[in-house]
């Protein structure tokens, strides 16, 4: 991961291919969707890399926001390019120096995170998730559908892309195993969240910007996700409520 250079993915959302960029404006566009609408919320965004979720939040609607993540050049970039009076980032060595953080939040992002996680990591995770959330406070996370396209587009990007994924996603989830092996992994889940939702995002409209980036916006922003019905976008989406 330190071999990722600083400030490269929040690159690529800004100025990059047009596919590559609405895949990433899209991922958080749709995690935003699912995040509640009230006033002066708190959230923590776990494996914040360059902050560029959170670049996204107005400070109305999130009024302390907090990333955290394991790289220090990209906490650095994140602090340098995003940090305020209301957004702050900080460097955690490892799952368990979560224990360092006392404040709770109303709401928990977790993008792309747990698939490059071991079985005991995401144990540990979702203890200090559920220590984080406040009662009622929603978890939103995504991670990619193995039962889609994915696997391919990861063969390509390996081969292809600056950044391989072939050492780095080492637990895989798909649509229809989801819950059952978070269950399995973290066998507090049922009795500490409630499913909301589960859903698939990025089906076809990401690789329809190569030919018009605002149309394929567009179309990606058509179908509520909350009556999506489609095992087979390329992330999953799921929405929890600590209990």
Known sequence: YEGIPA???DQIMREGNPIRRLWHVS?????LDYLPTT????ILDVGCFAGTFLSLLPPERFSRQLGVDILPAQIDYANR???SSFRSFRHVPSITHLRAISDSFDCVTLIEVIEHLNPTEIRSLF???????RPGGKLVLTTP???SCWPAIELVLNRLSEVSYEEQHITRFTYFNMERRLAE????LDAEFALDLKTTTHFVTPFLAGISYNLARSLSRLVPHTS???PFGNLVLMVLTRR
């Open 7 to 9: 400030g490269y993915y």
């Open 27 to 31: 991922k958080f566009e749709r995690v």
């Open 39 to 42: 006033a002066a919320q708190s």
């Open 81 to 83: 390019t995003y940090g």
């Open 127 to 133: 203890a200090e998730l559920s220590r984080l959330l």
């Open 145 to 147: 559908n193995y039962l």
């Open 185 to 188: 992994l973290y066998p507090a």
């Open 228 to 230: 999506w019905r489609m």
